[in-house]
């Protein structure tokens, strides 16, 4: 398994969340299973098992390709891009 070169491109500090729960989930009328914090720009969005995959479409939009849970306890993070835990 190769190593992720995109936490290199993370900023000094993790960006602050733009909102406390997937806000294209609470415009649909969906409930989120879990969240994700995009660590390039804050955007909060749910998880792949949630029925509207929000931060995979996130990732798909914009090009972020890191994000980390943003459940409380968990502290691991994902790349999108090489497809692994970082």
Do not use: I
Request: charged content about 15%; hydrophobic content about 30%; proline content about 8%.
């Amino acid at each position: 398994m190769s190593e992720c070169t995109h936490t290199a491109d993370l900023p000094g500090t993790e960006p602050a969340p733009l909102s406390a729960t997937c806000l294209e989930c609470l415009a649909v009328g969906s409930h989120p299973v879990q969240l994700r914090l995009c660590l390039a720009c804050g955007h909060v969005g749910c998880c792949d098992s949630s029925p509207y995959r929000h931060a995979t479409g996130h990732f798909e939009e914009t090009g972020h390709p890191l994000m980390r849970t943003f459940e409380p306890g968990d502290s691991w993070r994902w790349c999108f891009v090489d497809q692994q835990l970082v």
